[in-house]
């Protein structure tokens, strides 16, 4: 079993930054993914970026490309989430997810265990 904490969401104004973190406990061992999901009322969750964690891999979906950095503490216990030159759009919950058998980054059904969430605000 693996437990996911989100920590460090808040509201920003447009063009502000903040920094998500995760923290992986138990069988961290067994993941081959973590990754960044986000959903605003009323969408669909989706996957903002993720990253292999034996090779370092990343994936971002366009509209953060640039603006959004994944990473991953040397112990791999703990993600981050450094986000950059925020935008309205970008407003939702952002989810922590782990994956034991992920190949398709952006697919939900292929992680294994998620976080409660963490709110995202920006405003114009």
């Known amino acids: 079993q693996v437990q996911v904490v989100e920590s460090g969401g808040g509201s920003v104004q447009t063009g502000g930054s903040l920094k998500l973190s995760c923290a992986a406990s138990g069988y961290t061992s067994s993941l081959n993914c973590m990754g960044w999901f986000r959903q605003a009322p009323g969408q669909e969750r989706e996957e903002v970026a993720a990253?292999?964690?034996?090779?370092?891999?990343?994936h971002y979906r366009d509209s953060v490309k640039g603006r959004f950095i994944i990473s991953q503490d040397s112990a791999k216990t703990m993600l981050y989430l450094q986000m950059n030159s925020l935008k309205p759009e970008d407003t939702a919950m952002y989810y922590c997810?782990?994956?034991?058998?992920?190949?398709?980054?952006?697919?939900?059904?292929?992680?294994?265990?998620w976080g409660q969430g963490s709110q995202v605000t920006v405003s114009s």
């Open positions: 990253i292999f964690r034996r090779d370092g891999r990343t």
């Open positions: 997810a782990a994956g034991r058998y992920v190949a398709d980054v952006t697919v939900l059904s292929e992680y294994d265990y």
